[in-house]
C-alpha cells in the first residue's frame, strides 16, 4: 500500500527566513512525487515534480524540493519565504496500484508566513 | 486558455435532492478524476474515468456517480444528498500521453448539505 505523510499540519515562518514543508511517502513502485499548492479559494496548482534524475527538483516560485531514497522524503523548501506564500501545501505520490494517472495526496501543511 | 471548469462554485441543498455537479476541461485529456477535500484528510478520490466509457471508483465512492459520455465532460452525480457529503469538490484533468501525470485542477465547488 502506498501513503502519504505530511507530518506538519502547520508551519509558521517569518517573511526572509528559509521555510520546509515536511514531506515522507510509501510506494510499491518507483516514487512520482509532486507538490501542489492551494491558494485560498482556489483550485490546487502544481509547483513541481520528482521523476527520475537530479535528487533536486526545482518549481514554480522559486520553490525547490529535495528527493531523498533512503529517508523517502521529498522536502518542499524556498530560500526566503513571501507572505504571498502563505497557502496549503499537498504532497502527492503517483498511485501505482490502480494502474491509473492517479495521485495520492497527503492531509495538506498550512503555511503562514509572518510579515 | 487552457483550463478545468465546474459549475456550480458554491451550491446550498437539502437532504435527497439529486443534483449534478458538472466538470469540463479543454485540453482533450483522456484522464479526469472527482476529489473531495475535507479538514484534516486532506484530498480524498472518489471516481476517476481513463477515457470516454472508462469509469473506477476511487477511495470513497458510495454516494456518488459518475459518467463519461463525452471526452471533455465528467459530472458529479449525488442521485441523494446527505449531510456527509458536504464538501468541497475538486475536478482535475491529465494527459495519459506524459508518463508523469501532472493533473490539472478546477477551482472547486462547495456543497453545503442541510
Known amino acids: 500500500a502506498q501513503s502519504v505523510a505530511q507530518p506538519e499540519d502547520q508551519v509558521n515562518v517569518a517573511e526572509g527566513n528559509p521555510l520546509t514543508v515536511k514531506c515522507t511517502y510509501s510506494v510499491s513502485g518507483n516514487p512520482y512525487l509532486f507538490w501542489y499548492v492551494q491558494y485560498p479559494n482556489r483550485g490546487l496548482q502544481f509547483l513541481l515534480k520528482?521523476?527520475?534524475?537530479?535528487?533536486l527538483v526545482k518549481g514554480s516560485y522559486g520553490f525547490e524540493a529535495e528527493f531523498n531514497k533512503s529517508q523517502t522524503s521529498f522536502h518542499l523548501k524556498k530560500p526566503s519565504a513571501l507572505v504571498s506564500d502563505s497557502a496549503l501545501y499537498f504532497c502527492?505520490?503517483?498511485?501505482?496500484?490502480?494502474?491509473?494517472?492517479?495521485?495520492?495526496f497527503g492531509t495538506g501543511t498550512r503555511l503562514t508566513v509572518i510579515p | 486558455e487552457a483550463q478545468v471548469t465546474q459549475n456550480p462554485r458554491y451550491l446550498i441543498t437539502v437532504t435527497g435532492k439529486k443534483l449534478t455537479v458538472t466538470c469540463s476541461q479543454n485540453?482533450?485529456?483522456?484522464?479526469m478524476s472527482w476529489y473531495r477535500q475535507d479538514p484534516g484528510l486532506g484530498l480524498r478520490q472518489i471516481y476517476y474515468s481513463m477515457n470516454v466509457e472508462v469509469t473506477d471508483k476511487g477511495d470513497v465512492p458510495e454516494g456518488y456517480k459518475v459518467s463519461r459520455k463525452e471526452k471533455r465532460n465528467f459530472p458529479l452525480i449525488l442521485e441523494s444528498p446527505s449531510p456527509n457529503q458536504t464538501s468541497l469538490y475538486f475536478c482535475a484533468s491529465s494527459s495519459r500521453q506524459a508518463t508523469y501525470n501532472e493533473q490539472f485542477f478546477g477551482p472547486g465547488t462547495r456543497l453545503t448539505v442541510l
Open positions: 502527492a505520490v503517483r498511485d501505482w496500484e490502480t494502474g491509473a494517472n492517479n495521485l495520492f
Open positions: 485540453m482533450n485529456h483522456e484522464y
Open positions: 520528482y521523476i527520475t534524475g537530479d535528487n
